[in-house]
């Protein structure tokens, strides 16, 4: 592949991904808009739609091959069972978050996520931690025991998002399936348990769905987009982009949602959380020079020679 072609699936793949994280970024305002439907529900919508949606966008693109030969697999199908578990529960947590006005919880969590992914590939991968990383996970440790020494309580939203995600992550590389594959199958998992919810809840007369505004409704129907939009273009990003560059890109997610929690739904943001958040911060920022560090070495060593 030529230099302009290497450059231009870069630049492609950076807009591939900012889209990605400026989507996942919103999402504290569009599921505000959504505060009067239950989480349970709003939850059972986007697996619904969005298991419709990428089902048919792989009947367009025809790619039911590499969906057929998952199914018959069990050792992709194992994994992807309890990754559908473990991104369920992080949209709920998520939804509920939102919903309670609890975003600089989220955003925390957010923020928190890669650490967490370094920390488990280190107990469950045995993938060695350089002094970056070491220094990276200790200062995030000092900055949720702040928040539990000085606020006196665990910030379990954060913990929770960040966990699940990062166990998510961790489960889906035991499934090496593109993203179409794995979100139709996860969703796929979830589908039969939102389809009984939504009957029993037309049974019981609790169905949110059908009595709301027609702009509640189509949000609703909208959720399966905007769920499945951005993991798809973040794969597609993904492969085109070095990993330094979509660990800082990856940034702007948490961001976003840290200032939609302190300047649209004004949160209160104390001393205390500046300090914990400010811990956070410093560790993301050795977590970043050390993988552009790790990422440089091989260019120098290429140029000694």
């Known amino acids: 592949m030529s230099s302009i072609n290497t450059q231009r699936e870069q630049r492609l793949g950076f807009i591939y991904g ?32 969005s298991f419709l949606l990428v089902s048919a966008i792989a009947l367009l693109l025809k790619r039911w091959q590499p969906i057929k030969e998952a199914l018959f697999n069990p050792n992709i199908l194992k994994p992807l069972a309890i990754s559908s578990v473990l991104i369920s529960a992080n949209w709920l947590i998520f939804i509920w978050a939102v919903g309670q006005q609890r975003v600089l919880e989220s955003s925390l969590g957010y923020f928190l996520t890669p650490l967490i992914s370094v920390t488990l590939a280190r107990i469950f991968l045995q993938e060695k931690m350089d002094t970056y990383r070491l220094l990276a996970v200790l200062l ?115 961001t976003m949602q840290f200032l939609s929690a302190t300047l649209v739904f004004k949160e209160p943001f104390n001393s205390t959380q500046l300090v914990s958040f400010g811990f956070i911060w ?17 260019i120098v060593k290429l140029a000694k020679a």
């Open 18 to 49: 900012v889209l990605s994280y400026l989507i996942w970024g919103f999402f504290p305002l569009y599921f505000y808009l959504l505060k009067p439907i239950t989480p349970w529900q709003v939850l059972m919508h986007r697996v619904i739609w």
């Open 140 to 254: 995030a440790c000092i900055g949720v025991a702040w928040q539990v020494i000085h606020m006196g309580q665990l910030p379990w939203i954060s913990l929770a998002l960040a966990g699940s995600f990062g166990f998510y992550g961790l489960v889906r590389k035991k499934a090496p399936v593109d993203a179409l594959t794995g979100l139709i199958i996860e969703t796929g998992f979830l589908l039969p348990f939102a389809l009984i919810y939504w009957l029993w809840l037309i049974a019981q007369g609790e169905n949110q769905f059908s009595f709301n505004t027609p702009f509640t409704t189509f949000l609703l129907i909208a959720s399966g987009a905007v769920t499945a939009i951005p993991l798809l273009t973040f794969a597609a990003g993904a492969k085109r982009l070095s990993l330094t560059a979509i660990g800082f890109i990856m940034y702007i997610n948490p």
């Open 282 to 298: 410093a560790a993301l920022t050795v977590f970043s020079l050390g993988a552009v560090r790790h990422y440089k070495k091989p």
